[in-house]
């Protein structure tokens, strides 16, 4: 297949009429300076001294008096007289009078019977309006030039409308089926495809479905989290339906001047019209399709206007265009309620986070163009990507192949795949020199998060342990669920934020003081808090009721102009709940320490030695602490029996 993306309609290559122009220029300032030099070569030019005395010898014909300068044609004796002894002699000459008053000069002239001619030294007026029109010429001449390098740019190629043509929609296009990508290249949104399937038979045979009068969908949106690909999906569905195609961002339509953002709209619909069957993608709509009246502009926003017309547009489809308007966003609590209303965007197609299988799926058609090593197990990473999206998994695959390329590896292998993994979730290694005091206080910090997972019931599975700075971090406890989690319960969040709190509770235990590593601990913590009080009804006191809290305005900013529905008791109430619940879990924390305090050191003092530690090594450490500490108590009870 043809890749190949160009604007539309399609367009000439440029001209090379600027070329001619620019070799005409040159060509006519050459004969310019060429035809000055030949004049200036046939006058003569002398000094005022010779001028005087040649007047005198009655050798000057005629005078011409520009300011203080003064050109003449010499006698027919005189140009006789030179042409015999030295050769043919100049027929004009010029000369240049002295800055002071010269009286003499005028009756020397009438003496000699010298015709006098004068002119005056004030410009013309078409020179005067030429030399006025220079500079706007040349500021017109740099807005033509600039514009035209932004339609270039914009276009993919020849200006389109001149460098007046902003309200053509800087829009790719792709030829039938040129996309390249079918629904076998999208993997891990099989829900997302069946509901596309349609629209796809629909485009490829119409009469079928108009035989039972059903219609077409005007418009799809496409909702999910970034990376979960939404743009390859309709860019597969482009490619499925062999239709032309029709591509922009919604941050397109929006530029300095007003009225823009609509007239690229028309443009661009007009063009999907004229070749329908067609599919229209507007990628990031949330960008011009947020909710009106809302905007700091009122109704004359620009934003509101482009939107007007979006809305305007899309109802007023006829049956027989046959165009699909696709739309993608994340943010899809912000778009106006009279675009997601039925005759625009009728079908709504969610994409997900992928769950193990679609992520292995995934895995699998990125892994395609990359050799891989024969112990690489993609099921085993797929179980370790909770939460990753299909631009992530795509990411790992890419940066596993770097490191190998790095190492001068063949193929990609396990380790590589695991470094890569590690990489984009903790962030890459860097080396930092930390003391011997600072380092046994990380060792600490991460065995206390590390403990806390092992002993909580409801806590995640460890996965790894590591006092090697990544990132941000100078050290890590990573855990990795054993399975998707859709909803969370409450004894699941409670053991969750053990978790997060273990590191500072480790450190009152052993140092008996604080530091501030645990800054990004509790901010995490008390945010969680903050949503079980708020968002979920997990407070016994405040019941099963949701508050809104530090909600975002969709055009003024977070937090700008929040609304509170609740009342300053019920504030106050909140935080005294999330307070209540750090404190309850942070104690229970601390006791459960306490009574496993031979694990938190032999787990501190084996960080320290080793710096990182994998699932497998935790569990023979704790396994071992257990059995030291079962021989003594026999021997205890021994004795003392």
Known sequence: MNNEKQSYPPQPEPSLNWRYLLWMILVIIFLMYWLGSANRQAVDEITYTEFKQALRQGQIAEVTLEGQRIAGTYTGTYRDAQAE?????????????????????MSLLEQQGVTVRAESQETSLWAQAIIGMLPWLLILGLIFYASYKMQQRMMGGGARGGPFGFGKAPVKRFREGSTGITFEDVAGVE?????????????????????????????????????????????????????????????????????????????????????????????????????????????????????????????????????????????PDVLDPALLRPGRFDRKVILELPDKKARQKVLE????????????????????????????????????????????????????????????????????????????????????????????????????????????????????????????????????????????????????????????????????????????????????????????????????????????QTAQLIDDEIRRILDEVERKAENLMQKHRDKLEALAKALIETETLDADEIKRIFKGVKAQGRSRGEAVATSTG
């Open 365 to 568: 058609v990125h892994a395609k163009e990359v050799p891989l090593a024969e112990d690489v197990d993609l099921e085993v990473i797929a179980k370790r990507t909770v939460g990753f999206s299909g631009a992530d998994l795509a990411n790992l695959v890419n940066e596993a192949a770097l490191l190998t390329a790095r190492e001068r590896k063949k193929k990609v292998d396990m380790d590589m795949l695991n470094l890569a993994r590690d990489k984009i979730v903790l962030g890459a290694e860097r080396e930092t020199i930390l003391s011997e005091e600072e380092k046994k206080l990380v060792a600490y910090h991460e065995s206390g998060h590390a403990l806390m997972a092992w002993l909580l019931p409801e806590a995640d599975p460890l996965d790894k342990v590591t006092i090697i700075p990544h990132g941000m971090a100078l050290g890590a406890t990573e855990q990795v669920p054993e399975e998707d989690r859709h909803n969370l319960k409450h004894s699941y969040l409670l053991d969750r934020l053990g978790v997060m709190l273990g590191g500072r509770v480790a450190e009152k235990i052993i140092f008996g003081d604080v530091t501030s590593g645990a800054e990004s601990d509790l901010k995490q913590a008390t945010q969680l808090a903050r949503r079980m009080v708020c968002q979920w009804g997990m407070s016994d006191k405040l019941g099963a009721a949701a508050f809104r809290r530090g909600e975002e305005h969709v055009f003024l900013g977070r937090e700008l102009t929040q609304q509170r529905d609740f009342s300053e």
């Open 191 to 331: 829900n997302a495809k069946r509901d596309l399937h349609e629209i796809v038979d629909y485009l490829k045979d119409p009469g079928r479905f108009k035989e039972v009068g059903a219609k077409i969908p005007k418009g799809i949106l496409l909702m999910g989290p970034p990376g979960t690909g939404k743009t390859l999906l309709a860019k597969a569905v482009a490619g499925e339906a062999g239709v032309p195609f029709y591509s922009i961002s919604g941050s397109d339509f929006i530029e300095m001047f007003v009225g823009v953002g609509a007239a690229r709209v028309r443009d661009m619909f007009k063009a999907a019209k004229e070749e329908a069957p067609s599919i229209l993608f507007i990628d990031e709509i949330d960008s011009v399709g947020r909710a009106r009246g809302t905007g700091l502009g009122g109704g004359h926003d620009e934003r509101e206007q482009t939107l007007n017309q979006i809305l305007g547009e899309m109802d007023g489809f006829a049956a027989q265009e046959n165009v699909v308007v696709l739309a993608a966003t994340n943010r």
């Open 85 to 105: 002894g030295e050769g043919i002699g100049a027929k004009k000459f010029s000369t240049t009078r002295p800055p002071f008053e010269d009286p003499e000069l």
